[in-house]
Each structure stands twice: as C-alpha cells, then as structure tokens.
C-alpha cells in the first residue's frame, strides 16, 4: 500500500506490513520457501533516494516504514538489488 501524505493511509499501510510478517513468518515456519516480489513504496536505506534528506518525513521512507523492510530482512529474505 502506499502510505501518500495522511496518517490514516499511512497506518493502514504499516498495519498491512505487520499482518504481512506474520503471514510470512507463519509460512517460513510451515517449511514454505518463499519469494517476494513488487514494488512495497518504501525506501529502505538513502541510496535509493536521489534526495533522502528532502524526503526523511516523506511517507516512503520514513523510519518506521524503513524499519520494516528491516524486520523483513531479519526473517531471513535477502534484497537481491543489493
């Protein structure tokens, strides 16, 4: 979802990315192997902004939003753009 400028969207979004990792954590535990594909509209590090200080309270790259992608990572999904 993308979380665009109001704080209703936006929680809507991180409550989206918290159901997600649970879905994906109960999947991962269930022996499933997963691959996730698609665009998640958040920026994780501020490489990936031509301007990440212009837009550190832009919803897209804000913290909790980039904490997510974090938490994703620490169930063991590697981002292979990096």
């Not at 301007?51 to 169930?75: C, M, Q, V, Y």
Request: hydrophobic share 40%.
């Amino acid at each position: 979802p993308n979380g665009q400028k109001d704080e209703e969207r936006l929680n809507f979004k991180m409550k989206f990315y918290a159901d997600f990792l649970v879905y994906l954590d109960k999947l991962l535990k269930d022996g499933f192997e997963i691959i996730i594909c698609g665009d998640v509209n958040t920026a994780h590090k501020e490489i990936d902004l031509t301007h990440p200080k212009a837009n550190a309270n832009t919803s897209g790259f804000l913290p909790i939003e980039r904490a997510w992608i974090d938490d994703l990572l620490k169930l063991g999904f590697i981002d292979t753009f990096r």
